[in-house]
Antibody
Framework: QLQLQESGPGLVKPSETLSLTCTVS??????????WGWIRQPPGKGLEWIGS???????YYNPSLKSRVTIFVDTSKNQFSLRLSSVTATDTAVYYC??????????????WGQGTLVTVSS | SYVLTQPPSVSVAPGKTAMITCGGN??????VHWYQQKPGQAPVVVIY???DRPSGIPERFSGSNSGNTATLTISRVEAGDEADYYC???????????FGGGTKLTVL
């Protein structure tokens, strides 16, 4: 059974860079059927797609975050990672990683990691 | 940018039917997926490809999608169905994931 697990600091200072890693177990990240994505959820609010990456390194980003976001993959470790620069308090959220099923008409995210809360505060 | 609109809340009595809508411009031409999120937990897909159910999801959950509205229907609602529900599409023209704002389902 495929599982995803987020890891990284739970507290980041304003203006610094948020860095998270998602470790995939129970399956290979190097699949032609899936992208791998990051989604976040501010406390008490809805879900926001951040971006997605293919194992080859091809990426798609949310235009609203694109200037600050980098997602990269390490197939040797079966991991993919998120970096979000110049963070502010509005970046405080639970960050989820998830597998994205590729589909001609648009795919879905399943499964999801348990999520990790990142707080931006000095 | 593509926008999905959901009602903030829906209330239903146990045993009745809940319908949660997701509005978007010509959403019927996209595949719509639905997630259930309970407090403190990660979202779980309950419907994909408009109306398909993953294994383990009760038959009480169903979906439809046509025109400008997709609908998640939960029949014979149980207390355990109380959760937030999100619709999602992949905007194939801009290669973006898009989520609706979410609907809080309250079981009275």
């Amino acid at each position: 059974q495929l599982q995803l697990q987020e890891s990284g600091p739970g507290l980041v200072k304003p203006s610094e860079t948020l860095s998270l890693t998602c470790t995939v177990s129970g399956g290979s990240i190097s699949s032609n059927d899936y992208y791998w994505g990051w989604i976040r959820q501010p406390p008490g609010k809805g879900l926001e797609w951040i971006g997605s990456i293919f194992y080859s390194g091809n990426t798609y980003y949310n235009p609203s975050l694109k200037s600050r976001v980098t997602i990269f993959v390490d197939t040797s470790k079966n991991q993919f990672s998120l970096r979000l620069s110049s963070v502010t308090a509005t970046d405080t959220a639970v960050y989820y990683c998830a597998r994205y099923r590729i589909s001609w008409y648009g795919g879905w995210f399943d499964p999801w990691g348990q999520g990790t809360l990142v707080t931006v505060s000095s | 940018s593509y926008v999905l609109t959901q009602p903030p809340s829906v209330s239903v009595a146990p045993g009745k039917t809940a319908m949660i809508t997701c509005g978007g411009n010509n959403i019927g031409s996209n595949s719509v997926h639905w997630y259930q999120q309970k407090p403190g937990q990660a979202p779980v897909v309950v419907i994909y490809y408009d109306s398909d159910r993953p294994s383990g999801i009760p038959e009480r959950f169903s979906g439809s999608n046509s025109g400008n509205t997709a609908t998640l229907t939960i029949s014979r609602v149980e207390a355990g169905d109380e959760a937030d529900y999100y619709c999602q599409v992949w905007d194939t023209s801009t290669h973006r994931g898009v989520f609706g704002g979410g609907t809080k389902l309250t079981v009275l």
